[in-house]
């Protein structure tokens, strides 16, 4: 457990980043990001097999964790935390490379 919620961490393929900006139209503010597009194995239990294709966002200071990023495997380190209605939701805290990823087409 860590002080807001249950940790672990989980091999995914990390398939690109795309970089993004835009102005909050509440604050004026002028927010920056990055989007981490990914797979990951989908769960035992589940209907169909393979891979899962994910996608999550950073915004401002944590677009830096992902800011050098590459296609490939990676360890990421899942939080998960209580969401709306009780449900955990999981957001990436961390992640280390285990090898690199190069697509031949």
Same mark, same amino acid.
């Given at each position: 457990?860590? $002080?807001?919620?249950?940790? @672990?961490?989980?091999?995914? %393929? !990390?398939?690109? &980043?795309? *970089?993004?900006?835009? &102005?909050?139209? #509440?604050?004026?503010? +002028? !927010?920056?990001?990055?989007?981490?597009?990914? %797979? $990951?194995? @989908? =769960?035992?239990?589940? /209907?169909?097999?393979?891979? !899962?294709?994910?996608?999550?966002?950073?915004?401002?200071?944590?677009?830096?964790?992902?800011?050098? *990023?590459? =296609?490939?495997?990676?360890?990421? /380190?899942?939080?998960?935390? $209580? #969401?709306?209605?009780? +449900?955990?939701? #999981?957001?990436? *805290?961390? %992640?280390?490379? !285990?090898?690199?990823? +190069?697509?031949? %087409?």
């Amino acid at each position: 457990m860590s $002080e807001n919620g249950m940790t @672990r961490t989980k091999r995914i %393929l !990390v398939t690109g &980043v795309d *970089v993004f900006d835009f &102005v909050d139209k #509440g604050t004026g503010e +002028k !927010v920056f990001g990055r989007k981490l597009n990914y %797979l $990951e194995a @989908r =769960p035992q239990g589940d /209907k169909g097999n393979g891979f !899962v294709s994910a996608e999550t966002s950073f915004m401002n200071e944590k677009a830096q964790m992902v800011a050098g *990023v590459t =296609p490939g495997y990676y360890d990421a /380190k899942i939080e998960y935390v $209580e #969401g709306k209605g009780n +449900k955990l939701y #999981g957001r990436i *805290v961390d %992640l280390r490379k !285990v090898a690199e990823f +190069k697509a031949e %087409l």
